[in-house]
C-alpha cells in the first residue's frame, strides 16, 4: 500500500512521519524509503556491501542480468548474481525481449530463493535496445504488457518494473504503462525521470514522476529515480511527485554516505558526515571486498569508481589519477598510505564523472 506522503508545503520539505513509515512491495516490507538503483558495471556484490555497513540502506538491486545469460549460466551472469546473507533486502534485475526467457529466468530466480524480480524498461544503451530490450520495450505497449503478465504469471515472488518516461519526449508512455503494468499483477514500478532519446542528459522530470503517481493511483507504490545527489533532492522528489520511495544510483557512487545521511533525517538526527578516517577506511575496505570477489581483475574494476569516489573523499587529483591506473593490490595500498597524509586535501562536491569534456581525441581534452 502507499502510505500517505506529508510535506510543508511552503518549504516543499517531508515530514518526519512521511519518512520513517517504509513502505511494501508486494508483501516485502522495507524500513528505508531510499534505495540503491542498479547500475550496470557498478552495483556488483562488492559496492553494495561496502555501502550497506555504512548504515541506512534497505533494499538494493543487482545490475541489470541478460535473462538468456541467466538461463544458461554464463560465467557474467554468476559474477552478477552473487550475493551473501548480509545482502539484503535484494532483488534481481533482468533484461531481454523475449517474454518466455523473462519468465523462465524469474523462475530460476524463485527456485533459487531470490525475493524479487525487477524487469528493465529503462536502460537507454543501444546495445541493449537494438536486441529489443531496455527502454525499446516501452515502443510497444500491448507487447510490454504481456510480457509483464507472463512474468507475474510465472512466479510467486514480487515482479516489479523500472521503466523511463518513454522513448523520446513525444511518446511519453511511461503513465498508460504504469497503470497496465500495475492492473497485470506487478508489485511495484520505479520510473526514471528522463525519457530514453536523454539518456543522463538534461534533467530529471518530476512532473512526468508525478503523473506516473497520478495513473497508477495507489494501485502499488511507485519508486521515482533520476538526478538525486544530495539528501535534499531526494526529499524533493517525494514531496514534488508523491512518489513512496526513491531509488539512487550515480548519486550513491558521488556519495556512499547518501543513505545513512538520509536515516539521520528521517530520525530527525543531524547528519553524520563521514571522518576522513572513515572516507579513508572505506575506500579501503570496498576494493578488499572487491579483491575478495574477484580477485587481482578487482585492480582493473576498481579504477572506474575513482572518478566517481575523488570529490566526497576529497582525494588530490594526482593520487586521483593514480587510483585509475595502479595494477596491484600493493600500489594500491601504497596510494592508501599517501591518502592517510593528504585525504580532503582536495576541495570539491563535484565528482570528476559529473565533469563534461569535450568530443574528438584526448589529446584535445
Given amino acids: 500500500m502507499n502510505a500517505v506522503v506529508k510535506t510543508d508545503r511552503a518549504s516543499g520539505t517531508l515530514s518526519r512521519d512521511a519518512h520513517a513509515d517504509g513502505f511494501v512491495v508486494g508483501g516485502r516490507r522495507f524500513d528505508s524509503r531510499y534505495v540503491l538503483a542498479p547500475l550496470a558495471g557498478y552495483t556488483h556484490l562488492a559496492f553494495r556491501t561496502a555501502v550497506r555497513e555504512l548504515g541506512g540502506l534497505g533494499l538494493a538491486t543487482t545490475d541489470l542480468v541478460l535473462a538468456s545469460h541467466l538461463l544458461t549460466q554464463t560465467k557474467k551472469s554468476r559474477e552478477l548474481l552473487k550475493t551473501s546473507p548480509a545482502d539484503r533486502p535484494l532483488s534481481v534485475q533482468i533484461f531481454g525481449s523475449s517474454a518466455a526467457q523473462m519468465a523462465d529466468a524469474a523462475r530460476w530466480l524463485e527456485d533459487h530463493g531470490r525475493e524479487g524480480v525487477d524487469l528493465n524498461m529503462g536502460c537507454p544503451m543501444a546495445k541493449l535496445t537494438g536486441s529489443g530490450g531496455g527502454a525499446r520495450l516501452m515502443c510497444d505497449a500491448g507487447g510490454a504488457v504481456a510480457l509483464v ?71 502499488v507504490p511507485v519508486v521515482g529515480n533520476g538526478d538525486v545527489r544530495v539528501p ?134
Fill in 232 to 365: 535534499a533532492d531526494a526529499e524533493r522528489m517525494r514531496a514534488e511527485t508523491g512518489c513512496d520511495a526513491v531509488a539512487i544510483g550515480r548519486g550513491a557512487l558521488a556519495d556512499p554516505w547518501i543513505f545513512r545521511r538520509l536515516a539521520d533525517r528521517a530520525a530527525g538526527r543531524s547528519e553524520r558526515l563521514p571522518t576522513d578516517d572513515e572516507k579513508l577506511a572505506f575506500l579501503r575496505r570496498h576494493f578488499a571486498l572487491m579483491l575478495e570477489d574477484r580477485g587481482e581483475y578487482a585492480c582493473v574494476l576498481f579504477r572506474k569508481f575513482a572518478a566517481w569516489y575523488g570529490a566526497v573523499l576529497g582525494v588530490p587529483e594526482d593520487l586521483e589519477d593514480k587510483l585509475r591506473r595502479f595494477e596491484t593490490p600493493e600500489q594500491f595500498e601504497a596510494i592508501c598510505q599517501t591518502l592517510e597524509g593528504r585525504i580532503g586535501e582536495r576541495i570539491s562536491d563535484v565528482p570528476t564523472a559529473f565533469v563534461k569534456v569535450p568530443n574528438g581525441p584526448v589529446e584535445r581534452w
Fill in 149 to 219: 503478465k507472463e512474468v507475474v504469471d510465472a512466479v510467486s515472488i514480487p515482479v516489479t518494473v523500472k521503466l523511463r518516461l518513454g522513448w523520446d519526449r513525444e511518446n511519453q508512455t511511461a503513465p498508460a504503462l504504469s497503470r497496465a503494468f500495475a492492473e497485470a499483477g506487478v508489485a511495484g514500478i520505479t520510473v526514471h525521470g528522463r525519457t530514453r532519446s536523454q539518456g543522463f542528459r538534461g534533467t530529471v522530470d518530476l512532473s512526468g514522476i508525478a503523473a506516473v503517481v497520478q495513473a497508477v493511483d495507489g494501485i
